[in-house]
């Protein structure tokens, strides 16, 4: 997983940031999905590298993640953001483990109940009868 996310990260689109992400993403099936962040000059429009890799697992038709794993290059460990938190949310379950990686490997593993608390979910949209 860490190597497909190297490679995505090598060809992230980040020349407004120079902030280069490779996600990768193992669904139940066991396939592996890899996506890196693309920018945009209008920078809102940007979409992560966790955005990409679940792009690609939806495309392929799977819907469950179980392990992620998100690299960077920068000193710190790259927590995902909150828009990424939710779209991980999606698909993922509250303990399932996101390992945020520097280049030599894993540097954190929290679980995404860990990193998104009170989750907004299914549930939550349920009205009284
Ligand atoms: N970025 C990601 O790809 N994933 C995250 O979870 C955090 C931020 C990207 C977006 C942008 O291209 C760059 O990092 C700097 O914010």
Redesign the pocket.
């Known amino acids: 997983m860490l190597d497909l996310a190297r490679q995505a990260l090598a060809n992230a689109h980040?020349p407004y940031?120079r902030?280069r992400?490779g996600a990768c993403v193992r669904a139940a099936s066991g396939r592996l999905y890899a996506g890196c962040?693309v920018?945009n000059v209008s920078y809102p429009v940007?979409q992560?590298?966790?955005a990409s890799a679940i792009g690609a697992m939806v495309a392929a038709g799977d819907r469950r993640i179980v392990e992620a794993v998100?690299v960077t290059e920068g000193a710190e460990p790259?927590p995902?953001?909150g828009r990424?938190r939710q779209q991980l949310a999606e698909f993922a379950s509250p303990d399932t483990r996101l390992h945020l990686c520097g280049p030599e490997g894993v540097r954190v593993t929290a679980t995404l109940g860990e990193l998104l608390p009170m989750a907004f979910g299914p549930n939550t949209l349920k009205r009284p009868t």
């Open positions: 980040a940031s902030f992400v962040n920018e940007t992560c590298a966790e998100i790259c995902p953001c990424c």
